[in-house]
């Protein structure tokens, strides 16, 4: 017997795997600027900072990110 899926199921469904996406993403470019350091390594190591849930790590990580992206910079004053 098919057991269906609610709304509120598929989209955290879909949300884990945009997190896991974004978190994988973010462990690749790490790992770029780290040669020889596994890959799952890396993304358990970002994922610990955090414990808990998916949305507490992108939620750190994506702050993370905000705070090492470059100033904008004033055009022509």
Known sequence: ???????????????????????????????????????????NLLTARTPGCRCAQYLALAGEARHEEPAPQPSGA
């Open 1 to 43: 017997m098919e057991v269906m899926q609610t709304p509120l199921e598929i989209r955290i469904q879909q949300i884990r795997a945009e997190i896991d996406g974004m978190i994988d993403a973010r462990a690749e470019a790490v790992a770029r600027q780290s040669p020889g350091v596994p890959l799952e390594v890396i993304r």
